[in-house]
């Protein structure tokens, strides 16, 4: 006689139950008063954002410019560099494709 193997498979019935019934008994289990916390997690997370989007808004300003022309404007480094760093090293973001047209005219 052949044994069958007992179904592992969660359905999304099933599974959905099991989310709606663990919400209901943890919800008679908390306290009715909750202190929010703020986490520095989230705090740091928007603070990266912040400095994503405003490097995002200087690419944008220099005109999109491809790895090539980073290199030919700063060197081999110029990809990896911040825009802070361009800036000091010469070519802020509002001037790069100036700079990029006179290396280019000056090859």
């Known amino acids: 006689m052949a044994r069958t ?6 359905t999304r019935k099933s599974a959905h ?12 289990a908390k306290p ?4 929010k916390t703020k986490t520095p997690a989230q705090t ?3 603070s ?3 400095s994503r989007a405003e490097g995002i808004r200087l690419f944008a300003l220099a005109g999109r410019p491809s790895q090539q022309d980073f290199v030919k404007v700063y060197g081999p480094n110029g990809p990896k ?10 070519v802020p973001a509002e001037k790069f494709q100036a700079a990029l047209a006179a290396k280019q005219a000056g090859r």
């Not at 193997?5 to 969660?10: D, I, M, R, W």
């Not at 139950?17 to 008679?28: N, P």
């Not at 009715?32 to 202190?35: D, E, F, N, Y």
Request: net charge positive; hydrophobic share 35%; aromatic share 2%.
């Open 44 to 46: 740091s997370a928007k």
């Open 5 to 10: 193997k007992k179904s592992t498979v969660v």
């Open 81 to 90: 560099m911040t825009w802070e760093q361009r800036a000091k090293a010469g």
């Open 48 to 50: 990266a954002g912040k």
């Open 17 to 28: 139950r099991k989310v709606r019934a663990a919400g209901k008994t943890e919800a008679k």
């Open 32 to 35: 009715t008063k909750a202190v």
